[in-house]
């Protein structure tokens, strides 16, 4: 990592910046022709509720810092949902996101992982490994795509076997 990224775990001090760097990335997750409703979502991007997902032994928030601002988060809920995934637009497609998720993989295992990701940001989560679990949805004024990254399991050790190691072997 650059000198200057610093990725480290959120405290309570950094409500205020997490309010203000989801905020006004979060209003694409809107559904346009029912949004007005979303007043739930919206209520829990402010400061005041990012101090309590902080204090909630059941959330975990890891930010990076770029020459001391804010560039992005993660907030992983339950140890396998991703409840926030978001990068500030000024440091989009600098693998800030893919930095975020492998340190979260790190701290919480590689299991079974789920998120509600917006539309735009489906193939982020593909590269990933998320898949699609079911159309877009809209639920209480947010859009989103559920999707699930499936625990790696035996089978992909023995596809790279068969697929690597067997043919060196001579054998099919």
């Not at 480290?8 to 006004?24: C, E, G, I, M, Y």
């Amino acid at each position: 990592m650059d000198q200057d990224i610093l990725l480290r775990d959120a405290n309570a001090a950094d409500a205020a910046a997490l309010s203000a760097l989801v905020t006004p990335l979060a209003r694409h997750l809107l559904d346009a022709d029912t949004g007005a409703s979303a007043h739930a979502f919206l209520a829990s991007l402010t400061p005041a509720s990012f101090a309590e997902r902080l204090a909630d032994p059941d959330f975990a928030h890891y930010v990076i810092e770029e020459a001391g601002l804010l560039a992005g988060m993660i907030a992983m809920r339950g140890g396998s949902h991703i409840h926030h995934l978001f990068v500030s637009r000024g440091t989009r497609r600098r693998g800030i996101a893919r930095q975020l998720w492998e340190h979260a993989l790190r701290i919480h295992g590689r299991r079974e992982y789920t998120v509600n990701s917006s539309e735009i940001a489906v193939p982020v989560y593909e590269r990933f490994g998320f898949v699609s679990k079911a159309a877009p949805q809209t639920v209480k004024g947010v859009r989103f795509v559920l999707m699930e990254r499936p625990r790696l399991v035996q089978r992909v050790v023995q596809k790279q076997y068969l697929n690597d190691v067997l043919p060196v072997l001579g054998k099919s």
